[in-house]
């Protein structure tokens, strides 16, 4: 199971307007475009944006901004999507976001969001360079609840688990911990124990060495505004 598919298995995406925030170089903006959706990505980065803006098809409008001030016209979209990003938004901002994500989705729309587990051979390896137990951790706690205190009511929830592919060690040092430059400040302190740590989690499956992320999404209906 991977996020879009999953996704469109419970709400089809064919021209619905969605955005992807904290879609970071737009891995799924782009699939969510493939599937027919109308799409917004929305990122932080600056230099996720400038790549975004120059590599993403040109149907896939790119914005600078934050979950937390989300720059859209109030109830403009069918779906709000957050993969992997919630927990990147830190806690005392987290109901100023999710206020913002009904401002601009529209009524009856819905909000998609996907967070990792902490546990998982990716994680286990990730973990020395980046330990985000306490942010994971609040996100599954707080996500079944929300529509005890919002106008949303949760359509749906899956646990499933990604695996990624690496040729070795260094490719996955390429490809997740080169691209974030606070990961690669800690990388050389403990470059030895993460190695250790990869050759003892990774799997072969169908000729491939893979690590493996559970994860769960949760799929809600918006019940009016904010």
């Known amino acids: 199971m991977a996020h879009i598919p999953y996704l469109q298995s419970i709400y089809p995406l064919a021209g619905e307007s969605a955005v992807d925030i904290g879609a970071g170089e737009g891995t799924f903006s782009r699939q969510l475009a493939a599937e027919g959706a109308k799409v917004t990505a929305i990122e932080i980065d600056a230099d996720k944006v400038a790549w975004a803006r120059a590599h993403l098809p040109a149907d896939i409008t790119v914005k600078r901004g934050v979950a937390e001030k989300l720059p859209l016209p109030d109830a403009s979209q069918d779906l709000c999507c957050m993969f992997f990003s919630l927990h990147h938004v830190p806690k005392e901002a987290q109901d100023t976001a999710f206020a913002e994500i009904l401002r601009v989705t529209k009524p009856a729309g819905r909000l998609h969001i996907v967070e990792p587990f902490a546990y998982g051979t990716m994680f286990d390896v990730v973990r020395f360079v980046e330990d985000e137990t306490e ?64 050759e003892n989690a990774v799997e072969e499956e169908a000729g491939q060495r893979v690590l493996r992320q559970p994860c769960a999404a949760y799929h809600f209906e918006v019940m009016g505004s904010a």
């Open 135 to 198: 942010v994971r951790t609040h996100s599954h706690a707080i996500l079944p609840q929300l529509s005890e205190r919002l106008p949303l009511r949760l359509r749906a929830h899956e646990d499933y688990t990604l695996t990624r592919a690496f040729d070795s060690f260094d490719d996955f040092a390429e490809q997740i911990i080169r691209i974030d430059p606070a990961r690669m400040e800690v990388f050389p302190d403990v470059a030895d124990e993460m190695r250790a740590a990869y």
